[in-house]
């Protein structure tokens, strides 16, 4: 069964790098938007098996967190998978205490541990 990932405010290159690796161990279909409403338009049109939200998005600077917590918030996406991309360890649990799951920094995309923490929701 083919997985779908929405990619929330990478710029191209990191959503090229994003893309490569995941779907180079899964079955998946990845949809890339660059701000807050749109990632929420889409939520709202779709059905996300994981949500990757990038720490500062990069074509308008907003917050990662924020994005979470908007996420979170709302009862239809409550319940998604959503995961922070920060090397920041301090973002990463104040992502966790925002409702997300366990997230990754780019700089861990090679590493096991990252396909490890993908694994549940995309396997």
Known sequence: MTRRILDVGNCRPDHATIRQLIQGHFQVEIDQVHTATEALQALSRQSYDLVLVNRVFDRDGDDGLEM???????SQTSETPTMLISNFEDYQQMAISA???????????GKNETLNKLRPYLA
């Open 99 to 109: 409702g997300a799951v366990p997230g990754f920094g780019k700089a861990e995309l």
């Open 68 to 74: 979470i917590r908007s996420i979170k918030s709302n």
